[in-house]
């Protein structure tokens, strides 16, 4: 979601308290461990708003995008569990299917998955839709967009893309229901339907979502005030299609961190897995950038 100008403004007044707030707590005990928080820079005028991330199983590679339409791929690197540095790769506009260069509302890029052949997807929240990209570089594929799409609210819509090991899509809108539920669309056959339901509550919003190794669906969540972000973290193992045994594995306390908005799942070389998290600055000088990352521990 992009921030609105009032925001924004208070988005600065915000970034002044976020140092001095600290701690990530879990409902469930010492489930996650704090590995580190990377702040990255570079001075380009594309650079910020980075709204979601996928990285390989090593963890050593990532893509991310940023929610005006451009994608990335870098190297990270580490010394022991701290990242130390990226090392970015060619930067492409995000195109449509016309070749053109996406810009505008239709450009609000915030949802990215990589498929087990490479292919790239990527959600769009202000035309909701889920476009397809053999290479960073591509012409998008446009995925058939059902009316339940249409009819999200502003700054409302998918908001988080995944996918499955069996390459099957999962799409997340940044809401609740009726009911205080999130509704979770999944794409098989060449048509999207409603999958299932995951439980809300809190004054949390989805932000991003990534399957883990171990098959679990884990859900990153947002919630904000004047005096900074909160994240949580959930997961939920599915069976038969359908969440059970849901788990709070993170949930920081107000200022904790940046505005996490993309999450990736991983294993490193010692078998823990590993949670990735990156920040959107919403292009504010005094917002950063982050690249956070904790070990669960099991």
Do not use: C
């Amino acid at each position: 979601m992009r921030l609105g100008p009032a925001v924004q403004i208070i988005s600065f007044a915000l970034i002044l308290l976020l140092s001095g707030a600290s701690g990530a707590i879990s409902a469930d005990g010492a489930r996650a461990q704090f590995l580190g928080s990377y702040v990255w820079k570079m001075h380009k005028p594309w650079f910020g708003g980075w709204s979601g991330i996928d990285l390989s199983a090593d963890g050593q590679h990532m893509t991310v995008i940023s929610d005006r339409s451009h994608i990335l791929k870098g190297q990270i690197s580490r010394e022991g569990d701290k990242i130390t540095a990226i090392r970015p790769g060619p930067v492409f506009p995000i195109q449509a299917s016309t070749g053109k260069n996406l810009t505008g509302r239709a450009g609000d890029s915030e949802g990215l998955a990589v498929s087990p052949n490479g292919h790239i997807y990527i959600s769009f929240e202000g035309v909701a839709r889920v476009a397809e990209y053999t290479k960073p570089n591509s012409r998008a594929v446009a995925l058939p967009r059902p009316d339940a799409f249409r009819k999200f609210g502003k700054n409302r819509a998918l908001e988080a893309l995944a996918v499955d090991d069996k390459g099957r899509l999962y799409a997340v809108p940044e809401m609740t229901d009726d009911k205080g539920e999130i509704p979770v669309f999944v794409f098989k056959d060449n048509a999207w339907s409603p999958g299932f339901s995951l439980a809300g509550g809190g004054g949390y919003l989805p932000v991003g979502v990534d399957f883990g190794p171990d098959g679990r669906i884990y859900l990153l969540e947002r919630s904000w005030n004047i005096f900074g972000f909160r994240a949580r973290l959930r997961r939920w193992t599915l069976v038969n299609g359908q969440p059970q045994k849901e788990e709070l594995l993170v949930q920081t306390r107000t200022g904790t961190h940046d505005n996490l908005e993309g999450v990736s799942i991983w294993r490193d070389q010692q078998g823990r897995t590993r949670v990735t998290m990156i920040s959107d600055d919403n292009f504010l000088f005094l917002q950063r950038t982050e690249l956070v990352e904790y070990a669960i521990t099991e």
